[in-house]
């Protein structure tokens, strides 16, 4: 048997040192770094007896501690902490030899100033804000009649009762994509961000809620996320927030493109009552036709006033006003016709007597006569009839054949002719 090691001596394998010397001086080592504040979310709160024992994860990294709270301390803390929670402790890593696990002995926690969270909050709105995803160009209008919507919320939580059951009592054919996801906690922004993704791809989703019964300020941390924030505003499908906290709202809020107080408000400004939309079409049937009873109520009216004036009281004055109208036209175009009939007749007159003053037959009647040779030309001086030339001569009443005895003088020829 070797004798035991001394404490300072290296560890060799042919002197390895004990457990227990080990760990004490691991306990030593820890012991030395004395108390620390450190910030973190609760993730697991536990009593047993009088003590606490939970766990304590990094706001930011995956990284986990657990703690112990001594009765002799809890005394100290606030009595509304919880799971959930954002603290402050003040720390010293304790390492239980016997067990060979390190704790956290906490002497002191407070909740996280609310001044810090609601600054670091405020930063991130603005930001948000210069970058324009809260601008109200930028929201989209809900359908009139989703048939199918989409719901993230707790499983079997009460914001899901409820806006499943309004929902389906406004308009029972409405159809749910319902994803849950934690609405607490560290876990809120991964699953929430994964849940508006997925509905978001889902082309049968006509709308997306995301719902929760309210709850403590720090609780709600997850919903002003900046992951939740983005993935919200870079969603196509019209989001409704529903987180149900009207002071100190998260920033889904603002970036929704509708926000409900209440789940049981989401439900009932994205589904129409099918009640009211039937009572609506009732209403404006009705006013419909009242409307239309008046026009034509109006218009038989107006029908009877003017059948009504003495203007249209008998319709024979029509054919009587104007018989008399045409008796005065016809009588007046006889006269007219009349008139250009004698008119003419007294022209034709002239003209004939005209014409008979001077025709060759008046000039024949008053004595004169045409003398032709046998060629049918005219004589018109007496070289053209020599002696011994036949010549017919017309008169009046017909002519005569005669010969030449040749020319004479004008006296001459006023003694009777011896023509034959």
Request: proline share 5%.
């Amino acid at each position: 048997m070797t004798d035991a090691p001394q404490a300072d001596a290296p560890a060799t394998l042919e002197n390895p040192w004990p457990v227990a010397l080990l760990s004490s001086k691991i306990k030593g080592y820890i012991e030395r770094l004395g108390t620390a504040w450190v910030e973190g979310q609760i993730t697991q709160w536990g009593v047993s007896g009088s003590n606490v024992y939970g766990k304590l994860r990094d706001v930011t990294d995956d990284v986990t501690i657990g703690f112990t709270i001594w009765s002799s301390v809890r005394g100290r803390i606030p009595d509304d902490l919880k799971q959930g929670d954002r603290v402050v402790a003040l720390v010293k890593p304790n390492y239980w030899l016997k067990g060979g696990t390190l704790t956290m002995q906490v002497f002191e926690m407070r909740h996280v100033g609310l001044g810090d969270l609601l600054e670091r909050l405020e930063r991130l709105r603005r930001q948000l804000a210069s970058e324009g995803l809260f601008d109200a160009s930028r929201k989209k209008r809900l359908p009139f009649l989703p048939h199918c919507v989409g719901l993230i919320t707790g499983k079997d939580s009460d914001a899901e009762k409820d806006v499943l059951r309004n929902a389906q009592l406004r308009w029972p054919s409405v159809e749910f994509r319902v994803v849950h996801a934690a609405v607490q906690g560290e876990r809120t922004p991964r699953e929430v961000i994964s849940a508006i993704q997925q509905l978001d791809a889902d082309p049968e989703v006509d709308v997306i809620i995301i719902a929760r019964g309210g709850g403590d300020f720090q609780n709600l941390l997850g919903f002003s996320d900046e992951g939740v924030v983005r993935a919200a505003a870079a969603a196509s499908t019209p989001i409704v927030s529903a987180i149900g906290h009207e002071a100190d709202r998260p920033l889904l809020d603002d970036v929704a493109d509708l926000r409900a107080s209440t789940p049981t408000d989401a439900a009932k400004r994205v589904v129409p009552d099918v009640a009211e939309e039937l009572s609506r079409v009732l209403q404006a049937r009705a006013r419909l036709g009242v409307r239309v009873n008046h026009v034509i109520k109006n218009e038989i009216d107006r029908l009877a006033q003017l059948r009504s004036r003495p203007v249209l009281a008998s319709s024979s004055w029509l054919i009587d006003v104007r018989s008399e109208e045409l008796t005065r036209y016809v009588a007046r175009g006889s006269e007219l016709a009349s008139r250009v009939v004698e008119r003419a007749d007294d022209s034709t007159r002239q003209l004939v007597a005209h014409l008979r003053a001077l025709s060759p037959q008046r000039t024949l009647d008053r004595g004169y006569a045409i003398v032709q040779r046998d060629d049918a030309s005219i004589v018109r001086g007496r070289d053209e009839a020599p002696s011994g030339a036949n010549l017919t001569i017309t008169v009046s009443d017909g002519a005569i054949g005669a010969t030449s005895t040749g020319a004479r003088s004008l006296s001459a020829a006023a003694a009777p002719s011896t023509a034959e």
